[in-house]
């Protein structure tokens, strides 16, 4: 079945400074990757979607100098969350759409950012 | 505004019984309708899902129940396991951006 790995599963990071998460679809290629946030006990939030070779699209309340959203290939795609404050820690999860199924969905396993 | 509405917010049930979670949309144009299973510190994984042309999907021990007229749809767990006790996500899509909403989820504890 499709397999997105996600990296890294936890990170520490001291405010001020940026973090990098990584998604990448390991055997298909995902034209179209969203990323989400979910605090403790809610659910998934989308933050911005993202399609290869163009800009992301972002939801709306969402910090785009923030959360900055790379698709550069047709299987990667990364999240760097600048200048990261506590109010930043969350859990972060990719998705990324196989465009040769058309609701083919497949989640990565999150990241779970604490800002100290 | 939650565009998919999830109930209720947690239940306990005892081993070997039925679990049932409920959700409620008003986009029509939704045409895709999955369920999740997510652990905790770990990313959704997909259950079952059912598109608006079936009024039922049974996949083992899970089944969708689709009401189109009413914009209802729900997931049965059958002869319910610990290892069941997660948290289950309905969510829905249209064509249009793909974008999945997420209902606010519903916590599901089984005692043995």
């Known amino acids: 079945g499709a397999v997105v790995s996600q990296h890294p599963s936890r990170v520490i990071c001291k405010s001020g400074t940026s973090v990098k998460i990584e998604c990448r679809s390991l055997d298909f290629q995902a034209t179209t990757m969203f990323w989400y946030r979910q605090f403790p006990k809610q659910s998934l939030m989308l933050m911005a979607t993202s399609n290869e070779g163009s800009k992301a699209t972002y939801e709306q309340g969402v910090e785009k100098d923030k959360f900055l959203i790379n698709h550069a290939s047709l299987t990667l795609s990364t999240l760097t969350v600048t200048s990261a404050h506590p109010e930043d820690s969350s859990f972060y999860i990719c998705?990324?759409?196989?465009?040769?199924?058309?609701?083919?969905?497949?989640f990565g396993s999150g990241t779970r950012l604490t800002v100290v | 505004q939650q565009q998919v509405k999830q109930s209720p917010q947690s239940l306990i049930v005892q081993k070997g019984g039925i679990s049932i979670i409920n959700c409620a949309y008003e986009n029509t144009a939704f045409d895709y309708f999955p369920w999740y299973q997510q652990f905790p510190g770990k990313g959704p994984a997909l259950l079952i899902a059912?598109?608006?042309?079936?009024s039922e999907k049974k996949e083992g021990r899970f089944t969708i129940s689709f009401n189109k007229s009413a914009k209802q749809f729900s997931l049965h767990i059958m002869d319910s396991q610990p290892g069941d006790s997660a948290t289950y996500f309905c969510a829905a899509s249209g064509a249009g951006d793909y974008k999945l909403s997420f209902g606010a989820g519903t916590t599901v504890t089984v005692r043995a």
């Open positions: 059912i598109r608006p042309d079936v």
């Open positions: 998705s990324a759409r196989d465009p040769g199924r058309k609701y083919g969905y497949t």
